[in-house]
T-cell receptor, first 112, second 114 residues
Framework: GQQVMQIPQYQHVQEGEDFTTYCNSS?????IQWYKQRPGGHPVFLIQ?????EVKKQKRLTFQFGEAKKNSSLHITATQTTDVGTYFC????????????FGQGTILTVHP | GAGVSQSPSNKVTEKGKDVELRCDPI?????LYWYRQSLGQGLEFLIY????????KSGLPSDRFSAERTGGSVSTLTIQRTQQEDSAVYLC????????????FGSGTRLTVV
């Protein structure tokens, strides 16, 4: 079945440093979505990427979808303490159409 | 409602007992999903309902797990003869159509089997 792998598993940064998490799929994806889960909370939808090579920005967050539609990244510029949480990528495609396969997530800690 | 509602928020049960977890999706959302999240882990897909189509049950870990969705709205996840490894947070999500516009998750039910 489809597998989505995410690295790193953990990332500790000082406030103001940049952060990137990477997502790789074993199969070509129809789309990829990113979610943020605050400690003790539930995942919250951030964005969806559909087109090959697509880049989208939300303030300090930049999302990219690879040309082959098998990988994606989330980059946060100048992290803030409010960025702490777990960031998940999730994709649909192939036999998993209609349901998302989630990566294991990257836990981000920001030290003030 | 304004969001996805799940009940109970916490459930402690004895090993071997049956439990029912409820999910009330956003009105008008045709797709409903159940995921399971163990402590510090990712989201494990359990089951997916889309409109009147047969549900995708491919993620249910054993025949002790079942789910139904009545009237295209409320869903109940039932776990029979609970075991300690069933302890996790059970998350329900809904979306307007096949998940293509992002999922809205509920706050989850934390299940503890003792």
């Amino acid at each position: 079945g489809q597998q989505v792998m995410q690295i790193p598993q953990y990332q500790h940064v000082q406030e103001g440093e940049d952060f990137t998490t990477y997502c790789n799929s074993s199969t070509t994806l129809s789309n990829i979505q990113w979610y943020k889960q605050r400690p003790g909370g539930h995942p919250v939808f951030l964005i969806q990427l559909v087109k090959s090579g697509e880049v989208k920005k939300q303030k300090r967050l930049t999302f990219q979808f690879g040309e082959a539609k098998k990988n994606s990244s989330l980059h946060i510029t100048a992290t803030q303490t409010t960025d702490v949480g777990t960031y998940f990528c999730a994709g649909t495609g192939g036999t998993s159409y209609g349901k998302l396969t989630f990566g294991q997530g990257t836990i981000l800690t920001v030290h003030p | 409602g304004a969001g996805v509602s799940q009940s109970p928020s916490n459930k402690v049960t004895e090993k071997g007992k049956d439990v029912e977890l409820r999910c009330d999706p956003i009105s008008g959302h045709t797709a409903l999903y159940w995921y399971r999240q163990s402590l510090g882990q990712g989201l494990e897909f359990l089951i997916y309902f889309q409109g009147n189509s047969a549900p995708d049950k491919s993620g249910l870990p054993s025949d002790r797990f079942s789910a139904e969705r009545t009237g295209g709205s409320v869903s109940t996840l039932t776990i029979q003869r609970t075991q300690q490894e069933d302890s996790a947070v059970y998350l329900c999500a809904s979306s307007p159509r096949g998940g293509l516009l992002g999922y809205t998750f509920g706050s989850g039910t934390r299940l503890t089997v003792v």
